[in-house]
C-alpha cells in the first residue's frame, strides 16, 4: 500500500514537470489563441461556401441569360450587399448577332419567385435587319430555370439603338426611364427621347385589365431621317423632316397613325421635296389615303394605296417590302421621264402597282410648247401567289353584240386589266385572234402575235398556229379554223361560239354528241342555207375533196396550239409584237398596218427584266391633254422602261385601262377613251384577278385629279 502511495507521487511530479516544460517551451502561446485559428478555420470555411454558393449563382445567372437570348452571357463579378445581388460588367449576345445587351451594374433581389430587378448603364443594340423575332424563344426556360414567376423591372437612363448591320444607320432612344412588369402579362410605363437632330420625347405605357393589354406610344414628333434610314430599302432615303402626331396602340390589333410634315429625300435618286400627308399602320398593313409632294423639277407628286406585306417587321428592316419596292421602282420609272408635267403612284392590290403621269415630247409648229402625252402603267408581279392572269369575253360568247372592258371586269371581279385583241366592230364582234380562258380553247389563233400565259403567270409570246384534224376512218379532214365562220375548209364549232351559226352557203354542218376524250358521234348533217343553232359539230366546206362523215360515224377529233404552251390557262391574241429581246420589232404581221404611223391611242403588255408584267397606255385624240403616240413613239417609250418583250393591244378608240383605286371594291376606268371620252364596246379583255381581301386602310376612293405643275394635290 505504501509502495504503491510512493509511485503514485512519483507520477504526479513528473507530470507536473511535463506541463512546466510546455510552458516553458510555448511561453508566447495563449489557449484563446487556439480558439481563434479555429475560429478562422470556421470563417474560411463559410466564406468559401459563400464564394462557392455566389460561383454557382453568377453561372446560373449567366445560363439562364444564355439561354433566354439565344446566345452567350457574360457576368464578370457577382457579390452581395445588404440582402441585395450585385451582378457587375453584364453582357449578352444573341447567336446570330441581332441584338447586344450590356450594363455596367444589375442589382437584383428574390423573394420567393418575384424578382426586383434594377441595371445601371443599361445599353441594348438592335440590328434590324438580322432580327428574326425568335431571339427571347429561350425566355420561359430561363424562367423556369430561375425560378422567375414575376419580373419587376426598374429602367433608370437606359438607352437602346437600333441600327443595320453595316453600322450605317442609326436610332437612338435615349433617357428611358419607367417600369416593366412581367407577371401574367407585360405592363409597362416608359418615357425616352429619339435622338435626332435634337431629343424628341416620347411616352410608351401598357395597361392589363385583366382580359388583355392595351399599349400605346405617342410623341409629338419624331425624325424621319434616322427612322427611314433603318428600312431596307436602298431606293429610299430621307434627309429631314417630321413625323407628327404620332400615336400608336394595340386595342384590337395594332393600330397607329402619323402625319409627314416637311420631308426631303430621293426615290430611285430622284430628289423629293415638301412630303407631306396622313400615313395609318393597321394590323393588316400600312398605307395612306394621300401623300402630296413636288420632285427637285416642281413636278407635283400624288400617292395613296395601302401595302400589305408591311405587317413583317422583320422583312420592312431587313431586305425591305416587296410592295414597297415595286412602288419606289415604278415610282423612279416615271420620275426619269423627261418634261414631266405631274404624276401619281398607286398601289392596287397585293402584288400590283399603278401609276399616271403626264408629259411632253417634242415640239411641232402646231404645239411650240411640245406634244402632250398622259401614260397610264401597271406593273404586276406575277409570283404573288394571290395573283392569275385570265381573259374575259363579251357575253361569254366569241359572237356577241360586244361588251365595255370596265363591265366584263365587273362581271369577273378583276382587279387590275385591259381591252383585248382586234374584232369585226360593230357587226359580229368576233376577236381576229387567239383566244384561251380559263384552260379552255374559245377562238383558235390566227396570223397574228399572241400571249400565253401558264398557270403560274408565266407569259409566252409568240405567232401561235391551230393544229387540229378530224379523222374519219381512213379520211383526214384539214381543219383550219376554231370558233370562227365560214370557212374554205373545216371549222370547229363549240358551244362557246354563241347562240346561232348564221347561213353559210357551200358550207355542211355535221352536228356532234361528244363521246369522251377526243371521239364524237355524227348526229346529223345538213348544209347551212338558214341559221341552226349552235351545238358541238364541224362545218365542212364544199371545196373539200374528200365525202363527208355520215351520221353515226365515230370521228376523232383532236386540235392544239402550236408552239404548245405547258399547262396554258389564259390566252389573247392581237399585235402587233413591238418588242423582242429588248429591241423595236417590225412586224410584218401586224393588224391594221395602216395605225404604224398614226399618233392615236395606244396600249401594251410587256415584261421587265425582273419578270415584273407590265400594262402600259397613251391615252390620244384630245390635243389639249394627250396627243397618243405612233406604234414606233410607243416601242421607244416602252423600251425607255426596260421592257424585254412587248405586245400592242387594240388601239383607237378600244383602249381601256381598268384598274381597282385606292377605297373603291371594283375596278373602274384609269384611262381616258378616245370615243367622245366613252367606253366602246369591245370582244375581249385581258385581266389580272386577286384572292386577297381588299384594303382596310384607304376606305374612301380618291378623286382623280391632274394638277398643274408646281402644285401638290
Not at 365560214?486 to 358550207?507: E, Q, S, Y
Request: proline letters at 7%; one cysteine or more.
Amino acid at each position: 500500500m505504501k509502495q504503491t502511495k510512493a509511485v503514485q507521487a512519483r507520477k504526479r511530479v513528473t507530470i507536473k514537470s511535463g506541463v512546466a516544460s510546455a510552458k516553458r517551451a510555448f511561453p508566447r502561446l495563449a489557449w484563446h489563441r487556439i480558439a481563434v485559428i479555429g475560429a478562422c478555420i470556421v470563417i474560411f470555411l463559410i466564406a468559401f461556401a459563400a464564394a462557392a454558393r455566389d460561383a454557382i449563382e453568377k453561372m446560373v445567372v449567366e445560363r439562364a441569360l444564355s439561354g433566354a437570348f439565344d446566345g452567350a452571357a457574360t457576368i464578370a463579378n457577382l457579390r452581395r450587399e445588404e440582402g441585395l445581388t450585385i451582378l457587375e460588367g453584364v453582357s449578352v449576345q444573341t447567336a446570330a448577332g441581332s441584338a447586344t445587351l450590356t450594363a455596367d451594374r444589375v442589382t437584383y433581389a428574390v423573394r420567393g419567385d418575384a424578382w426586383d430587378v434594377r441595371p445601371t448603364g443599361l445599353h441594348v443594340t438592335v440590328a434590324v435587319d438580322r432580327w428574326t423575332g425568335n431571339e427571347l424563344k429561350g425566355a420561359p426556360s430561363a424562367a423556369h430555370l430561375l425560378n422567375l414567376g414575376h419580373l419587376q423591372l426598374h429602367l433608370t437612363n437606359a438607352a437602346i439603338s437600333f441600327v443595320r448591320s453595316t453600322g450605317a444607320a442609326k436610332l437612338e432612344v435615349a433617357g428611358l426611364n419607367g417600369t416593366l412588369d412581367a407577371a401574367a402579362h407585360l405592363t409597362y410605363d416608359l418615357r425616352g427621347s429619339v435622338i435626332g437632330d435634337t431629343a424628341y420625347p416620347f411616352s410608351a405605357s401598357a395597361v392589363d385589365d385583366g382580359q388583355s393589354v392595351d399599349q400605346h406610344w405617342s410623341a409629338a414628333a419624331l425624325p424621319m431621317a434616322p427612322v427611314a434610314a433603318l428600312v431596307g430599302n436602298p431606293a429610299l432615303a430621307f434627309s429631314d423632316g417630321e413625323a407628327r402626331n404620332v400615336t400608336f396602340t394595340s386595342a384590337g390589333g395594332v393600330h397607329g397613325a402619323f402625319t409627314l410634315d416637311g420631308v426631303r429625300g430621293s426615290i430611285e435618286g430622284h430628289a423629293l421635296h415638301a412630303l407631306t400627308g396622313p400615313v395609318t399602320i393597321a394590323a393588316d398593313g400600312l398605307g395612306s389615303a394621300g401623300l402630296g409632294a413636288i420632285l427637285a423639277d416642281g413636278t407635283p407628286v400624288a400617292a395613296v394605296g395601302e401595302v400589305h406585306d408591311g405587317t413583317d417587321w422583320g422583312r420592312i428592316f431587313g431586305s425591305g417590302t416587296r410592295d414597297l419596292r415595286a412602288l419606289a421602282h415604278l415610282f423612279g420609272l416615271i420620275a426619269k421621264q423627261p418634261n414631266l408635267r405631274w404624276m401619281n403612284v398607286e398601289t392596287t392590290a397585293p402584288g400590283i402597282t399603278f401609276g399616271q403621269y403626264a408629259m411632253t415630247s417634242g415640239v411641232t409648229p402646231s404645239l411650240p410648247k411640245g406634244v402632250p402625252h398622259v401614260i397610264q402603267l401597271i406593273a404586276v408581279d406575277p409570283k404573288e401567289p394571290t395573283l392569275h392572269f385570265d381573259t374575259a369575253l363579251a357575253h361569254d360568247h366569241v359572237i356577241s353584240s360586244g361588251e365595255r372592258t370596265s363591265d366584263m371586269a365587273l362581271r369577273t371581279h378583276a382587279v387590275v386589266g385591259a381591252n383585248g385583241d382586234y374584232f369585226d366592230i360593230g357587226r359580229t364582234y368576233e376577236p381576229q385572234g387567239l383566244l384561251i380562258k380559263s384552260g379552255t380553247l374559245f377562238h383558235g389563233p390566227t396570223d397574228h402575235e399572241a400571249v400565253i400565259f401558264d398557270r403560274t403567270n408565266k407569259p409566252t409570246f409568240a405567232r401561235f398556229h391551230l393544229r387540229a384534224s378530224a379523222v374519219d376512218g381512213a379520211r383526214t379532214y384539214p381543219v383550219t379554223l376554231f370558233n370562227s365562220w365560214p370557212t374554205r375548209d373545216a371549222v370547229i364549232i363549240t358551244p362557246d361560239f354563241g347562240k346561232t351559226l348564221p347561213p353559210a352557203p357551200g358550207v355542211t354542218f355535221a352536228a356532234l354528241q361528244p363521246l369522251g376524250g377526243t371521239h364524237y358521234r355524227v348526229l346529223s348533217l345538213h348544209p347551212m342555207t338558214t341559221a341552226t343553232p349552235v351545238t358541238w359539230g364541224i362545218g365542212f366546206s364544199d371545196l373539200l375533196r374528200e365525202p363527208l362523215p355520215q351520221p353515226g360515224d365515230v370521228i376523232d377529233v383532236s386540235y392544239t396550239v402550236d408552239p404548245p404552251v405547258p399547262d396554258a390557262f389564259a390566252g389573247i391574241g392581237s399585235g402587233p409584237l413591238l418588242l423582242k429581246d429588248g429591241a423595236w420589232y417590225e412586224d410584218t404581221h401586224a393588224p391594221a398596218p395602216d395605225e404604224r404611223d398614226v399618233q392615236w391611242p395606244v396600249i401594251a403588255i410587256g415584261t421587265m427584266p425582273d419578270g415584273t408584267l407590265m400594262f402600259a397606255s397613251v391615252d390620244g385624240r384630245h390635243p389639249e391633254r394627250s396627243i397618243g403616240m405612233t406604234r414606233p413613239e410607243f416601242g421607244d417609250l416602252l423600251r425607255g422602261y426596260g421592257m424585254i418583250d412587248a405586245m400592242a393591244l387594240d388601239s383607237g378608240g378600244s383602249v381601256t385601262l381598268v384598274s381597282r383605286a385606292p377605297g373603291n371594291s371594283a375596278t373602274t376606268v384609269r384611262n381616258t377613251p378616245s370615243d367622245f371620252s366613252e367606253e366602246r364596246y369591245v370582244t375581249d379583255a385581258l385581266f389580272v384577278y386577286s384572292t386577297a381581301p381588299p384594303g382596310t386602310i384607304v376606305t374612301s376612293p380618291r378623286p382623280h385629279v391632274e394638277p398643274t405643275p408646281g402644285s401638290v394635290p
